[in-house]
């Protein structure tokens, strides 16, 4: 498609995807710049309102295939928690809870290294036992 010369003015065609094109509003403008707010200070607003850091959990869950158990963060122990592989130690130190050992094969869970955050998790898959910091050991949310 070309464009039409009438009465020496140019003029876009009437169809097709061309037809679509035209210049930008003062509207399109604020749009614009609203999304672009938008964009980059909700983050900073939604982290804020959760406190703005991680926060130091209390304590950790420990689920296995049999049930699970709370531990306080507070009090230096080594705990032995049984899965369906064999027996897995978890090290509670400074705050910080540690895989220390498990029987699984790749020594994933081992590698994760110490957490102390609230939500951070050690899993160990192929034993079933995971390790989660929580907050204050009760309930986070209630629904209705």
């Given at each position: 498609?070309?464009?039409?010369?009438?009465?020496?003015?140019?003029?876009?065609?009437?169809?097709?995807?061309?037809?679509?094109?035209?210049?930008?509003?003062?509207?399109?403008?604020?749009?614009?710049?609203?999304?672009?707010?938008?964009?980059?200070?909700?983050?900073?607003?939604?982290?804020?309102?959760?406190?703005?850091t991680l926060k130091a959990?209390?304590?950790?869950?420990?689920?296995?295939?049999?049930?699970?158990?709370?531990?306080?963060?507070?009090?230096?122990?080594?705990?032995?928690?049984?899965?369906?592989?064999?027996?897995?130690?978890?090290?509670?130190?400074?705050?910080?809870?540690?895989?220390?050992?498990?029987?699984?094969?790749?020594?994933?869970?081992?590698?994760?290294?110490?957490?102390?955050?609230?939500?951070?998790?050690?899993?160990?898959?192929?034993?079933?036992?995971?390790?989660?910091?929580?907050?204050?050991?009760?309930?986070?949310?209630?629904?209705?």
């Amino acid at each position: 498609m070309r464009w039409v010369l009438r009465e020496g003015k140019d003029h876009f065609p009437t169809s097709g995807a061309l037809s679509l094109l035209r210049r930008p509003t003062i509207w399109d403008i604020c749009l614009l710049i609203f999304l672009l707010f938008v964009t980059f200070t909700a983050p900073r607003i939604l982290i804020g309102a959760a406190g703005g850091t991680l926060k130091a959990g209390s304590y950790i869950e420990v689920r296995t295939v049999d049930g699970s158990s709370i531990i306080s963060l507070k009090n230096d122990a080594t705990h032995i928690v049984e899965g369906p592989l064999g027996a897995a130690k978890i090290i509670i130190e400074d705050g910080y809870a540690r895989m220390e050992s498990a029987p699984c094969p790749l020594k994933i869970c081992e590698a994760m290294g110490p957490i102390k955050n609230t939500g951070e998790t050690i899993l160990c898959l192929p034993n079933r036992i995971s390790v989660r910091v929580t907050g204050s050991g009760g309930l986070d949310a209630v629904s209705r």
